[in-house]
């Protein structure tokens, strides 16, 4: 049982250039998010998936987009990365329909643009 | 949109004291959080608090959540090196709305 693992643990991109940040979850949570973190910011919600076919933006999800794949898989796409981009990423999971809160993170992607 | 106020931002103590930190809202929630994280690695929930007033332990943490619904504090008693980390609080409405946290406390005991 991983919990919530994601891919790739590092980055380093080019301005321009695009990648997707993967995540799985193998809890059977119904509801995931993914989270940015910057030094002093805590953590910023992107975007999230209450449950597998429907997305929602969080606070800051401008220069990215979001897939739920199904019900294990939220991925986090950036079309063209963008040096304000770099940052620490943390994807997130939980049930659906219990108290909120206990969301269960990832261990990160750290991703650098020059 | 909401935010909680979390302090201090920082603290460096001496192993084997004790350690309170806190959380406000102007907003009032059903839910209080708090996480660890460790250098390196994803918040880890250290407890949630789903009653106003409730007083909860875990170990040597002990966190409450505010009568008035907007606010929760976090004690760690005597400290060890091993607590050193980033302490955030989160807090939550009913329905499915996402988590709100704070900026976190960070952490240092010094042997």
């Known amino acids: 049982n991983a919990g919530v693992t994601q891919t790739p643990k590092f980055q380093v991109l080019k301005t321009g250039q695009s990648m997707t940040l993967q995540c799985a979850q193998d809890m059977n949570h119904n509801s995931m998010y993914w989270y940015r973190q910057d030094p002093g910011m805590g953590l910023r919600l992107i975007y999230y998936?209450?449950?597998?076919?429907?997305?929602d933006k969080g606070e800051v999800p401008n220069g990215y987009n979001v897939s739920r794949l199904n019900k294990r898989e939220f991925s986090l796409r950036l079309e063209s990365a963008a040096p304000s981009q770099t940052s620490v990423y943390f994807c997130?999971?939980?049930?659906?329909?219990?108290?909120?809160?206990?969301?269960?993170f990832g261990p990160g992607t750290r991703l650098t643009v020059t | 949109g909401q935010q909680l106020n979390q302090s201090p931002q920082s603290m460096f103590i001496q192993e084997g004291e004790d350690v309170s930190m806190n959380c406000t809202s102007s907003s009032i929630f059903n839910t209080w959080l708090w996480y660890k994280q460790e250098p390196g690695e994803g918040p880890v929930l250290l407890i949630a608090?789903?009653?106003?007033?409730e007083l909860t332990s875990n170990g040597r943490l002990t966190a409450q959540f505010g009568i008035t619904r907007k606010d929760s504090f976090l004690n760690i008693s005597a400290s060890i090196p091993s607590d050193v980390g980033i302490y955030f609080c989160a807090a939550a409405n009913s329905g499915n709305t996402p988590l709100v946290f704070g900026k976190g406390t960070r952490l240092s005991v010094i042997a």
């Open positions: 998936s209450a449950s597998e076919g429907t997305t």
């Open positions: 997130a999971s939980k049930f659906l329909g219990t108290v909120n809160g206990e969301q269960y």
């Open positions: 608090l789903y009653k106003a007033g």
